[in-house]
Every structure is written in C-alpha cells, then in structure tokens.
C-alpha cells in the first residue's frame, strides 16, 4: 500500500529482515527534511566528541592537572610534554592546569571534592607538594595503580635513605628530590653583626628576633615539612621548643614559601626556612654573594617530590604518558639545568635535584645545584614519612594554635622570657605530648573534635604565655 507522502518530505526505500524468518523485505520509510536535518546534526556532533577523544584530525586531548607548582614548572613542562607527545603519538595534548594555593589547600581541595564524588573528580593527575598527601591518598584508594615500564623505572632507586622514591604498589612515583634548609643574606647579617646559622636551633637564639622568616605550614607542603623534620630529628619535647622560641623570632607567616627568598632579598629578613628550589633560585637572582643556603647537618630530609593519577582520571591516557615523560632523563635534565644550556629549560630555572642518579655526573657548568643527594647520606636522618602523614593535620593545627594565630602573644612572651634561663624553659616546655597528638590524629577528620580542640589550644596558648 502506498505510503502518503507529506509536504517537504523525503521517502526512503530499502530492505530490511525480518527476525523470525530472515526473509528479506522492502519497506518504505517518510521522514521530514526538517527532522533528517537534526539528525545528520546530532551524528555529526557525536563523530566530533568521538575524534576529539581520541586525537585525531589534529583535535586536542586535555590533561588536567593540580598542583601547587609555581608557573615556571608548569610553562617548562607545558611545552616539553606537547612536544615529546606529538612526535611520540601524532596527536595533540593541551594541559589545563589548576591552582588550588599550596600542599595543605591542594590536598583539602581533592579529599572534599573525591567526598562528593566518590569515582571521580574530574581532574587526571595531582603533582607535586611532598610524599606525605600521596602517602595519606593512596590509602585513601583515590590514587589509580599505573606500572610504569621496566625500562624507565629501572634507572629510578627504589628508596633514598630509608625514604621510597616510588609507592611499591606504582601509585605515586618521584617525580624529583626536595631539601630543606635555611636561606640567609650574607650582607645583611654583617652588617648587623648577627650569628651564623647552621642548625635549626640557631634560630631560635634570642638575638634573631624578628629577623627569620617562615611560611604557613598550613598552606606550604614544603614549609609543613620543616616543622615535622624538627620535631623528628629532635625529639617531640626539644623539638617544640626549638619551633616555640624560632616562632617567636619569625617576622610573618604568609602563606606562599617562595615569599620567604623575595623577603631575604629585599633585607626585610635575614634567614629563612626554605625549599632548596626557592633557595636556588633566589640565590641565583640575587648572586652567591648575596645569598647562601645550609642544609643543617644531620637534621635534614631528601625527600620526593611526587606525581600521582588521580582515581577515576578522565584522561587517563595521556595522564599515564605524562608519567613516563617526567620519568625520563629528557625531562629530569629539565629540573637541573640551566635555562638556556642543552636540553635544560627555555626560561626558567627550576633549580631542582634530580629522582635519576646517573645524571649527576656531569653538571659541571650545566647547573646550580651542588649538592649530590645520592652520596649526602651521611648528613641527613631518616625521615619516617609514615609518622609525619599521619599526623599531618594535627601538626598543622598545633602550629596554628601555638605560632601562627597567637603570634603577637608568643612573641611578646618569648622577648621576655630570653632574659632568663628559668623562663626560657618554662617558655619552651609544650603542653602536648606526642602521645595526645598521635591520638588525634585518626579522629582529625571529625569537625567537631577538630574545632573544639583548636580552640582548646588556643585558651592554653594564650593563658601560657600572658602567664609568662
């Protein structure tokens, strides 16, 4: 029977089998010009998402990226990995990259994000910032697995001093070393006749008030670990004493580490703890005979710096590619080289230490970096990674309640008690045990356990200190 045919439309004939017989016949199909238009469109949008997922016809894969890397990190290896990943796949990457502020933020940013989203945020690789977060994330289950090949992981030690380079189960890898240690400026502590520093301890003498400068722990992974390398290689009560009469000495807490090197260079201080790539850097900008930069013997960690997939990654392709490229001597030679010199960076230094030990060997005129990580064994402690992941919030806090937001009392309290040995004690002596803290910790999580202890501490500081 004929089929009525409706104004602006387009009838179809073909063939179609029938499912109970398989006999094959003819059927007639009506279908608007209106209704054929939309559907060409729709199909043509689909056949797009679908070559844009997997990069062809020159249409860009996206990585996106988290991590507390200041801009110069992030344009070097920008164009580094577009590059190595065209030539290696004929396709296109773009990276889009998300500032969350430091560590301690990225982190809270990614667990109160993977709350909401259980399989996924969104986001393909967390990078950078310290083991401890990946440590804490891993047990989490919101890091994926990815093994990266035998062939690349082969030239990467497996543990520095006790410290892992990569998680066991391949769910963070080391992407490159950090040091920490203090910057100072050689003019200025001359011209004010101040001591050297050589331990952590040298700055908490009296004399240094108001001429050290730190970072917030609670906002620099880099800065949180300071703290924690104090309290480890001291001990727990030594430890806060050094940190409570240091506290006192501090100028400001902003937020940003890399603040601490522009404060040193400008004169506003004289010391400051620091990251061994902000004190390379700075000491490049200003000139060796402006700035210097110590590593306190046997109080001191190299640790990773790592890279991590996130779990449920969108990209995850290209996310593992990414892994390998930071893995590859090609792009550790980025870390240590000079901008400008073969196969270093194009602009900026970065000023790090390399997770490859075979490119140590030649840096001679390549590099800034003078230390050589994997033969310095004997002047640093074994960081317990484990300890310092565990009660990484709960430090934080510590710090905020006795330093950071009862700085003013602290410091009026510290410039007193300096006047007599008595006092000083009094003034160092901590009113949480190690013991306490390390309760709390698993509970951290808990709001209400968290606030009400905060403000706890913050009674017991200011009641400690107005006492003195």
């Known amino acids: 029977m004929p089929v009525p045919l409706k104004k602006d439309s387009l009838v179809i004939v073909g063939q179609a089998s029938s499912l109970s017989t398989g006999n094959l016949r003819t059927r007639r199909f009506s279908i608007t010009y209106a209704k054929l238009n939309s559907f060409l469109t729709a199909a043509a949008a689909c056949l797009v998402l679908f070559i844009s997922s997997r990069g062809l016809c020159g249409a860009p894969r996206e990585l ?19 590059s190595w990943y065209r030539n290696k796949t004929g396709e296109t990457v773009s990276l889009t990259w998300l500032d969350q502020g430091g560590t301690s933020d990225v982190l ?36 994926a697995r990815y093994a990266v090949p035998d062939s690349i992981l082969k030239n990467v ?74 309290l480890q290689s001291y001990g727990w009560e030594k430890g806060w004493g050094v940190i409570l009469r240091m506290g006192g000495n501090v100028n400001t807490f902003p937020q940003s580490s890399g603040q601490t090197g522009k404060d040193l260079a400008a004169g ?22 402006n700035l210097g930069f110590v590593l306190p013997a046997g109080a001191t960690a190299i640790t990773p710096d790592p890279i991590a997939i996130l779990k449920g990654a969108p990209n995850a392709e290209p996310a593992r590619a990414f892994v390998r490229f930071i893995l590859l001597p090609k792009a550790q030679k980025i870390w240590m080289y000079k ?32 230390v050589n990580p994997f033969t310095h064994g ?15 919030g709960v430090l ?41 803290a390390g309760r709390l910790a698993p509970r951290w999580q808990d709001p209400v356990l968290r606030n009400r202890k905060i403000n706890e501490w913050l009674r017991t500081a200011k009641k400690k200190y107005s006492a003195i």
């Open 339 to 370: 901008a400008g010199v073969r196969g270093g960076p194009a602009k900026f230094p970065l000023n790090k230490m390399s997770i490859l030990p075979g490119l140590y060997g030649d840096l001679a005129g390549k590099s800034y970096i003078g």
């Open 157 to 230: 030690p497996a543990a520095l001093n006790g410290v892992p380079l990569y998680d066991p189960d391949r769910r963070w890898y080391g992407s490159s070393l950090a040091g920490f240690g203090v910057l100072y400026n050689r003019k200025l502590i001359k011209m004010l006749a101040l001591p050297p520093v050589r331990e952590w301890e040298d700055l908490a003498a009296p004399s240094l008030a108001g001429w050290v400068g730190s970072g917030d722990p609670r906002h620099s992974g880099s800065v949180h670990i300071i703290y924690e390398i104090i």
């Open 64 to 82: 996106v990226v988290v991590s507390p890397h200041w801009e110069g990190i992030k344009s070097e290896f920008t164009r580094e990995f577009k």
């Open 268 to 289: 506003e201080i004289a010391y400051g703890v620091c990251i061994d790539t902000y004190a390379y850097s700075a000491i490049q900008e200003a000139g060796e005979e």
């Open 378 to 392: 004997e002047k640093v402690f074994r960081y317990d990674f484990e300890k310092g992941t565990a009660r990484w």
């Open 108 to 143: 809270k940013f990614i667990k109160s994000r993977f709350a909401e989203n259980p399989d996924g945020i969104g986001i393909d690789l967390f990078w950078g910032g310290g083991i401890d977060p990946y440590v804490e994330l891993a047990r989490k289950g919101l890091l």
């Open 396 to 436: 934080n806090d510590l710090i905020g309640a006795f330093v950071i937001d009862t700085h003013d009392e602290l410091a009026a309290a510290w410039k007193r008690a300096s006047k007599s040995t008595r006092k000083t004690a009094e003034f160092a002596r901590f009113p949480v045990s190690e013991e306490q």
